[in-house]
């Protein structure tokens, strides 16, 4: 074929393929005739993942020209879920979520090529945050964060607010997209923690243009409890225990040592009261959430609120009441164990073995703190009689241990025996008139009940019969042991017997004179002094001064000395009474005392400032003595036993010092008047003094005259003084 031909069949087919092309392919678009598209709105613009998003707008596929439609947030492509429109365009939120700008991308062919334009980037979609369902326990006012993811939303979030159901809003920190820190309040809560978290709806991060608040749950807030401390480490029943810190709640239990307790909650403290059954060991406090709180441990000490006898003897049960003293434990007496009987929190009962000592009385309990009565329980014990036989009449000493100085009483036989004296370790009593023995006499007992003591102690006795009135007895004498000599009467005023071997000298009058009813009686002067005599028995009560004088407003020591049946009597109870002073600044110390190991009470009188006699008494049960003290001032005439007497207020006839000072004084006031008496019938009259101006000279006869009355005026005077200066110098020796 020749060239020309191929050539032209070679063109040909050219225009038919280019005619061919031009059938089948679009025909190109110019750039200028289609416009960017338009994002109009995205809905919803606040979604989770797995939702699907719709897109409006304009010039999505520019026409339905475009080769090419894409979608992306924040730079993300999505999956196109449905065919775009020029309008709409579909697509589904990822599973990891997405935020920011949503953008529509189109392609469209023009000559020799492809163009491609994309939509405004003002329309955000912003995902919801996920926050992890944990539940957090801060103490009071601690911090703690939420875990979660979104919580930026793509750093398009404008606010976020917390709260925890009734306790109110919570404080927010420091925000990442998977973490928001909050801080607990400052009490117990106990509450779901919301978070509610607001986004812009556009990218310029417009203010006022907010897409719509979404709250979500961010699990749970239980405020674990901030402990402070017991109150004290240890408690007595009834005494209250309080414990501090923050986050109790307003509600919960509490157990001491594994048992309930009651107790009073609020949020910054607990407190309880512990009960007489409370045993030591761990408090436990559970809040009304079940938390439970360890608050450490107490010590329950035991106490003791009475004993049911403060003296025994052994054999006698004590039964010890209190609180504290748990399942079990041990009692001892000055150091020496009592067997139990018996042992509650409340009460345990004891019996005295034989060999224990009085002292302080110690509970122990098995796990309670010990308590310690001092001197809780006297032990006491009947020694012996002395004698162990008696007519009535016949004083009867009971020697033991024991007694103490508050008297009790004795029977014996069944009669009440006068106590005489009563010590710790010695009481006498008389024995009383007893008819069914009166005859023959008999064997019987003696009872002693000793104030506060569990049990009366008794002693075999032996009553011997009155017997028949002999010429050769005295009546009104006895003999210590079985000798009668009458039941004595006691005086009620002094307290002394008025009949018998202790009775006064004059009958039923006592030896000493009685004090008023306001004070002792006040007597300037001697005062006649008759102490009774001492009456020869198995008890002798002796008061011995330091002094018989001293001068006024000065101390005088004095001694009670106190026996019986030749031994000293211990812890017998001693008055002293002021009978008779000479003025009331007198005293004496102490008034009551309690005679020592030696059986002695030791005083002092304060002598009054006025001089005079101070008469004392000393009395024990019913033995007494007297004596008496002077102040210096006054002499003492009278002797012993005697009366004493001065010029004022005396019984008559004065001291010689007293007579001589009286004299003294007398005369020198007759001498002194007497001179004075001879110088004024002596002296010149008025008008004789003219005449010595006339007559200077006096006559030889005169002068003799003159010179004598002028010596004896002049002795007179001097004798006067001397004897004034003699009563002066004596007065001041009898004050010394």
Same mark, same amino acid.
């Given at each position: 074929?020749?060239? !020309?031909?191929?050539?032209?069949?070679?063109?040909?087919?050219?225009?038919?393929g280019v005619a061919a092309l031009q059938l089948v392919?679009? !025909?190109?678009?110019?750039?200028?005739?289609?416009?960017?598209?338009?994002?109009?709105?995205?809905?919803?613009?606040?979604?989770?993942?797995?939702?699907?998003?719709?897109?409006?707008?304009?010039?999505?596929?520019?026409?339905?020209?475009?080769?090419?439609?894409?979608?992306?947030?924040?730079?993300?492509?999505? %999956?196109?879920?449905?065919?775009?429109? #020029?309008?709409?365009?579909?697509?589904?939120?990822?599973?990891?979520?997405?935020?920011?700008?949503?953008?529509?991308?189109?392609?469209?062919?023009?000559?020799?090529?492809?163009?491609?334009?994309?939509?405004?980037?003002? !329309?955000?979609?912003?995902?919801?945050?996920?926050?992890?369902?944990?539940?957090?326990?801060?103490?009071?006012?601690?911090?703690?964060?939420?875990?979660?993811?979104?919580?930026?939303?793509?750093?398009?979030?404008?606010?976020?607010?917390?709260?925890?159901?009734?306790?109110?809003?919570?404080?927010?920190?420091?925000?990442?997209?998977?973490?928001?820190?909050?801080?607990?309040?400052?009490?117990?809560?106990?509450?779901?923690?919301?978070?509610?978290?607001?986004?812009?709806?556009?990218?310029?991060? *417009?203010?006022?243009?907010?897409?719509?608040?979404?709250?979500?749950?961010?699990?749970?807030? %239980?405020?674990?409890?901030?402990?402070?401390?017991?109150?004290?480490?240890?408690?007595?029943?009834? @005494?209250?225990?309080?414990?501090?810190?923050?986050?109790?709640?307003?509600?919960?239990?509490?157990?001491?040592?594994?048992?309930?307790?009651?107790? *009073? /909650?609020? #949020?910054?403290?607990?407190?309880?009261?512990?009960?007489?059954?409370?045993?030591?060991?761990?408090?436990v406090f559970t809040r009304s959430d079940g938390h439970? =709180?360890?608050?450490?441990?107490?010590?329950?000490?035991?106490?003791?609120?009475?004993?049911?006898?403060?003296?025994?003897?052994?054999? +006698?049960?004590?039964?010890?009441?209190?609180?504290?003293?748990?399942?079990?434990?041990?009692?001892?007496?000055?150091?020496?164990?009592?067997?139990?009987?018996? /042992?509650?929190?409340?009460?345990?009962?004891?019996?005295?073995?034989?060999?224990?000592?009085?002292?302080?009385?110690?509970?122990? $309990?098995?796990?309670?703190?010990?308590?310690?009565?001092?001197?809780?329980?006297?032990?006491?014990?009947?020694?012996?009689?002395?004698?162990?036989?008696?007519?009535?009449?016949?004083?009867?000493?009971?020697?033991?241990?024991?007694?103490?100085?508050?008297?009790?009483?004795?029977?014996?036989?069944?009669?009440?025996? &006068?106590?005489?004296? /009563?010590?710790?370790?010695?009481?006498?009593?008389?024995?009383?008139?007893?008819?069914?023995?009166?005859?023959?006499?008999? +064997?019987?007992?003696?009872?002693?009940?000793?104030?506060?003591?569990?049990?009366?102690?008794?002693?075999?006795?032996?009553?011997?019969?009155?017997? $028949?009135?002999? $010429?050769?007895?005295?009546?009104?004498?006895?003999?210590?042991?079985?000798?009668?000599?009458?039941?004595?009467? =006691? #005086?009620?005023?002094?307290?002394?017997?008025?009949?018998?071997?202790?009775?006064?000298?004059?009958? %039923?009058?006592?030896?000493?004179? &009685? &004090?008023?009813?306001?004070?002792?009686?006040?007597? =300037?002067?001697?005062?006649?002094?008759?102490?009774?005599?001492?009456?020869?028995?198995?008890?002798?009560?002796?008061?011995?001064?330091?002094?018989?004088?001293? #001068?006024?407003?000065?101390?005088?020591?004095?001694?009670?000395?106190?026996?019986?049946?030749?031994?000293?009597?211990?812890?017998?109870?001693?008055?002293?009474?002021?009978?008779?002073?000479?003025g009331g600044d007198a005293s004496v110390s102490p008034?009551?005392?309690?005679? +020592?190991?030696?059986?002695?009470?030791?005083?002092?009188?304060?002598?009054?400032?006025?001089?005079? @006699?101070?008469?004392?008494?000393?009395?024990?049960?019913?033995?007494?003595?007297?004596?008496?003290?002077?102040?210096?001032?006054?002499?003492?005439?009278?002797?012993?036993?005697?009366?004493?007497?001065?010029?004022?207020?005396?019984?008559?006839?004065?001291?010689?010092?007293?007579?001589?000072?009286?004299?003294?004084?007398?005369?020198?006031?007759?001498?002194?008047?007497?001179?004075?008496?001879?110088?004024?019938?002596?002296?010149?009259?008025?008008?004789?003094?003219?005449?010595?101006?006339?007559?200077?000279?006096?006559?030889?006869?005169?002068?003799?005259?003159?010179? &004598?009355?002028?010596?004896?005026?002049?002795?007179?005077?001097?004798?006067?003084?001397?004897?004034?200066?003699?009563?002066?110098?004596?007065?001041?020796?009898? !004050?010394?």
């Open positions: 074929m020749s060239r !020309r031909i191929v050539s032209a069949l070679t063109c040909a087919g050219l225009v038919a392919m679009p !025909r190109p678009v110019e750039a200028a005739q289609c416009g960017a598209p338009h994002v109009s709105s995205v809905s919803p613009s606040l979604a989770s993942p797995g939702q699907t998003i719709t897109v409006a707008g304009s010039g999505f596929t520019c026409g339905g020209q475009a080769n090419g439609v894409s979608i992306s947030v924040g730079g993300h492509g999505q %999956n196109i879920s449905a065919q775009p429109t #020029d309008t709409q365009i579909q697509f589904v939120v990822p599973s990891g979520g997405v935020a920011g700008s949503v953008v529509e991308t189109v392609s469209y062919p023009v000559l020799l090529g492809s163009q491609s334009q994309s939509s405004n980037t003002d !329309r955000l979609l912003l995902m919801v945050p996920v926050a992890a369902n944990n539940t957090a326990t801060p103490g009071p006012g601690g911090g703690f964060t939420v875990s979660g993811s979104g919580f930026t939303m793509g750093g398009f979030v404008q606010h976020i607010g917390a709260s925890a159901g009734s306790c109110g809003g919570l404080s927010v920190g420091g925000v990442s997209d998977t973490s928001v820190a909050l801080t607990a309040p400052g009490s117990y809560c106990n509450q779901p923690v919301g978070l509610s978290i607001t986004g812009y709806a556009t990218s310029t991060k *417009n203010a006022t243009i907010l897409t719509n608040t979404v709250g979500i749950g961010a699990g749970s807030l %239980n405020v674990a409890p901030s402990p402070g401390g017991l109150s004290t480490g240890s408690a007595a029943p009834g @005494d209250l225990v309080s414990f501090s810190g923050a986050g109790y709640g307003g509600s919960g239990s509490a157990t001491l040592d594994g048992a309930g307790i009651g107790s *009073n /909650w609020s #949020d910054n403290s607990i407190s309880f009261t512990v009960q007489p059954n409370s045993t030591s060991g761990a408090v439970v =709180i360890n608050a450490g441990n107490l010590t329950v000490n035991s106490k003791v609120t009475g004993v049911s006898a403060s003296r025994a003897q052994e054999g +006698d049960t004590i039964t010890i009441a209190g609180a504290g003293f748990g399942p079990g434990g041990s009692v001892s007496l000055g150091g020496t164990g009592l067997p139990v009987k018996s /042992w509650s929190p409340t009460s345990i009962a004891v019996t005295i073995p034989a060999g224990t000592n009085g002292g302080d009385l110690t509970i122990s $309990p098995s796990n309670d703190a010990p308590f310690t009565v001092p001197n809780g329980i006297a032990v006491m014990h009947l020694a012996g009689l002395k004698p162990g036989d008696g007519a009535p009449g016949a004083t009867i000493g009971i020697t033991g241990g024991g007694f103490g100085s508050n008297k009790g009483s004795v029977t014996i036989a069944g009669v009440n025996a &006068p106590v005489t004296i /009563w010590g710790d370790s010695t009481i006498a009593v008389v024995v009383p008139s007893i008819p069914k023995y009166a005859g023959n006499g008999g +064997d019987d007992h003696i009872v002693v009940n000793v104030p506060g003591a569990a049990s009366a102690m008794t002693a075999a006795f032996h009553v011997d019969p009155v017997p $028949p009135p002999s $010429p050769s007895s005295t009546p009104g004498q006895n003999t210590p042991g079985n000798t009668p000599g009458g039941v004595p009467t =006691i #005086d009620p005023i002094t307290g002394l017997p008025t009949s018998g071997p202790s009775a006064s000298p004059n009958g %039923n009058a006592p030896s000493f004179i &009685p &004090p008023s009813s306001n004070g002792p009686i006040i007597s =300037i002067g001697p005062v006649p002094f008759h102490p009774a005599p001492k009456t020869s028995g198995p008890v002798n009560l002796v008061l011995t001064p330091g002094s018989q004088s001293a #001068d006024p407003g000065q101390d005088v020591p004095f001694t009670v000395t106190l026996t019986a049946f030749g031994q000293p009597v211990v812890g017998a109870p001693v008055d002293f009474l002021l009978v008779v002073v000479p008034a009551k005392g309690v005679t +020592d190991a030696q059986g002695k009470v030791s005083g002092v009188l304060h002598l009054s400032k006025r001089s005079g @006699d101070h008469i004392i008494l000393a009395r024990s049960g019913q033995y007494s003595d007297e004596i008496k003290v002077t102040g210096r001032g006054l002499a003492n005439t009278g002797g012993a036993g005697g009366g004493t007497d001065s010029g004022v207020g005396g019984g008559g006839g004065g001291s010689p010092q007293r007579t001589i000072i009286v004299a003294a004084l007398l005369a020198c006031l007759v001498l002194f008047l007497s001179g004075f008496g001879i110088n004024v019938a002596t002296a010149r009259k008025p008008g004789a003094a003219v005449a010595a101006v006339a007559t200077p000279r006096r006559s030889l006869g005169g002068t003799l005259v003159a010179i &004598p009355v002028s010596a004896g005026s002049a002795a007179q005077f001097g004798l006067a003084m001397m004897v004034c200066s003699f009563g002066q110098l004596v007065a001041v020796m009898r !004050r010394r």
